[in-house]
């Protein structure tokens, strides 16, 4: 059912590789999901991908005031050391890796009570894109429809840390073989209100089927390839009722829940855009689809 719109979502849909280095030397990258609106390079992604980047910004200050400290401090072999010590958790080091070698996100405005995210890929080519997105009509927008939503989970990569270049190497990506759809339905529409910058509303989609971890910030879209909303994170909700099961003679409870997907909605994306002038397509009743500008 989904098969021609997964082939449309592959063409404007790129991963997102995040990778950071601890003080003790830990390395990690995780990846998440972007979608490339235009053909000037604009993306939109889930807020919380940039939380360990705020993390590293933090993690360099306190890290450059303990060793300020320690610095002021008189230093004699003869008696224990009163030299503060660094958290190992600390962040040291972290890279984005932005769909393509060598491309930077400029102009980046993240909301992270919305968990939204735009910027401007630099350089960029727009023949990388051969079919961008088209964005739903919300007014033809119906609970019950089938949806799909696509990303990058399942990815698990282990990256060097290059320390005379200060910088990352992760393998290659190959974007449409890792490509992952899931399916459902479309089964919640939610209104909270006005976002607390005065600038949008915060609308959301709820879908039957859960988001995976590294879908965040991938496109949710129906048959025809046109995109309701963006994937953002997975609730669990309580189903109310609580099963007696045995493991190893133990009798235990098991809490029943229920895992759906949250996007943000289209009309919540349009707003954010139109906000920071990026152009989109979205689809209208007799043309297939307009630019917005």
Known sequence: MFAEACQKAMKYTRPVAISTRQYDGTLRTDVGTMIVVNPEGWVITAG????????????????????????????????????????????????????????R??????????????????????????????????????????????????????????????????????????????????????????????????????????????QSGGPIFDINGNIYGMQIITEHRTMGFHPTAELDGQKYIENQFMNIGVGVHVETLFELMDFRGVRYFKSGDESGYRIVD
């Open 105 to 214: 996100l400029n102009n980046v405005f993240v909301n992270r009570q919305i968990d939204v995210a735009i910027g401007k890929l630099e350089p960029f080519d727009p023949s990388w894109v051969s079919e961008y997105p088209v964005f739903a009509d919300p007014d033809h927008m119906r609970i019950g429809s089938s949806v799909c939503r696509g990303g990058y989970p399942f990815i698990d990569i282990k990256p060097e840390f290059i320390e005379e270049q200060k910088a990352f190497r992760i393998p290659k990506i190959p974007a449409e073989s890792f490509f992952y759809p899931t399916d459902g339905i479309y089964t919640h529409f939610e209104d909270k209100g006005k976002s607390i910058d005065g600038n949008c509303e915060l609308r959301y989609i709820e879908t039957s089927s859960p988001g995976l971890k590294g």
């Open 48 to 103: 919380h991908l940039f939380d360990s980047f705020m993390k590293f910004r933090e993690d360099t200050k306190k890290i450059e005031e303990i060793n300020s400290i320690n610095a002021t401090r008189a230093h004699d072999s003869r008696i224990p050391s009163t030299d503060i010590k660094v958290d190992k958790s600390l962040l040291t080091n972290h890279s984005f890796w932005w769909g393509w070698d060598g491309v």
